[in-house]
């Protein structure tokens, strides 16, 4: 069986509608909304609170459903606006699920998406006052904001940058044609890309709500993932050994993907209590882009979550792309990239010892036994306090009274 999870809040779902006549999936709709209706084409709506962005509806569904997951059995994780992040979604799916009703295997991990607030940009309601393109530096992204301005524009950095388009190690094909195209970012501890370094400016913002919320300098996320793994104030030695062994964060932009419950079961129950207490810590800062911080520290590390570098094979792309079909297929990939951008410079790995996975410990031990239905009702009426005022302190840690 093949279960697609949605995480709803706002959008049209008449796009499952395509979906509903295969006898082999099961869609499943978490809706946020403030009110919403009993059952959409059919399929009755299970209510969530409307905390924790996308990323606590795809960690609530697991940890509710993991005692009874079966492991032959397959989950699609997706958002409402599935089309936003992967103009061919559709297609995607109906490729996939054809595959898997033909009796055939799927594979354990897929990412979906190709790029998020790039294809889509015609679409805004404001189009004429954008101007978007490709940055490589932060400086870049600086000056490039600063004369769209004067034109009286807004400036839209690509993000992947529309250059990995050309590209294909990832994009699912059949029978020689594209169906869609799949970019995946290769990123160090500190989120920066070791393919395009600096292409991302959104992670200022993250550093700076990072630095607010843990005392650090707000540039690594291992706190984050030493937490993740410690259970009773001890790290299994499996997880302990793959920490140390890190030296990519893969990263697919807007967290769809298609996963194996055989996986998802590889990781203790623990872990996916522990991301859902980060994910609704009510302390968390709010970044200027009106959204918590962790819920996007979380979208940067699903991939890496479920062993992406020991399961991932794009058997799907051209035959001269699949590194994955063989040994150190992430460095194989990466040196490809980096090769097709004319990148002399070695790429910034953070390597990470175990006297750094201890330091990294204390972070986030005060969230032990947490209220988890009492965190979201705070964090909604911060959120609500927030959005009334226009002179809202973000990136800060939130004092709760």
Not at 20 to 29: D, F, G, S
Not at 90 to 100: E, N, Q, T, W
Not at 109 to 136: C, R, T, W
Not at 268 to 287: A, G, H, R, S
Request: proline share 4%.
């Amino acid at each position: 069986m093949i279960y697609i999870i949605i995480a709803h809040y706002n959008q049209s779902l008449d796009w499952i509608q395509q979906f509903i006549k295969y006898e082999k999936v099961k869609i499943i709709i978490y809706s946020k909304c403030s009110n919403p209706p009993q059952y959409i084409f059919g399929i009755p709506i299970i209510k969530r609170l409307n905390a924790g962005r996308e990323g606590e509806t795809y960690i609530n569904h697991i940890i509710k459903n993991y005692k009874t997951l079966n492991k032959s059995d397959y989950t699609v994780f997706l958002q409402d606006d599935p089309i936003e992040h992967q103009p061919d979604i559709i297609k995607l799916l109906k490729f996939f699920i054809k595959i898997y009703t033909a009796g055939c295997k799927l594979p354990l991990i897929q990412p979906l998406n190709s790029h998020a607030y790039q294809d889509v940009k015609k679409d805004m309601e404001n189009k004429d006052k954008i101007i978007s393109g490709d940055i490589f530096s932060y400086d870049e992204y600086k000056q490039k904001k600063k004369e769209a301005k004067h034109k009286g524009k807004q400036f839209f950095n690509n993000y992947p940058p529309k250059l990995m388009n050309k590209i294909k190690t990832h994009s699912v094909y059949y029978k020689k044609e594209q169906l869609a195209q799949i970019n995946i970012l290769f990123l160090n501890m500190h989120l920066d890309s070791v393919l395009i370094p600096d292409s991302n400016p959104f992670i200022w913002h993250l550093y700076k709500g990072i630095a607010n919320y843990l005392g650090t300098d707000g540039k690594s996320i291992l706190p984050y993932l030493v937490y993740f793994y410690t259970n009773k104030n001890k790290i299994k030695e499996k997880y302990l050994k793959k920490l140390l062994e890190t030296k990519y964060i893969p990263y697919n932009p807007s967290a769809q993907f298609i996963i194996s419950n055989k996986l998802i079961l590889e990781n203790d129950l623990f872990i996916y209590e522990n991301i859902q207490k980060v994910l609704l810590d009510p302390i968390q800062p709010i970044l200027s882009q009106k959204v918590r911080l962790n819920g996007f520290i979380l979208e940067f590390i699903w991939l890496w979550l479920f062993n992406y570098s020991k399961y991932y094979k794009n058997k799907y792309t051209l035959k001269h792309l699949r590194f994955y079909s063989k040994k150190d297929g992430i460095k194989k990939d990466i040196n490809f990239y980096r090769n097709s951008y004319g990148m002399s410079k070695k790429p910034n790995i953070i390597d990470i010892s175990e006297k750094d996975i201890k330091n990294m410990g204390k972070y986030l031990k005060y969230l032990k036994k947490v209220n988890i239905e009492k965190n979201m009702l705070i964090m909604i009426k911060e959120n609500a306090k927030m959005r009334s005022n226009r002179d809202y302190r973000y990136y800060e840690k939130i004092k709760i009274n």
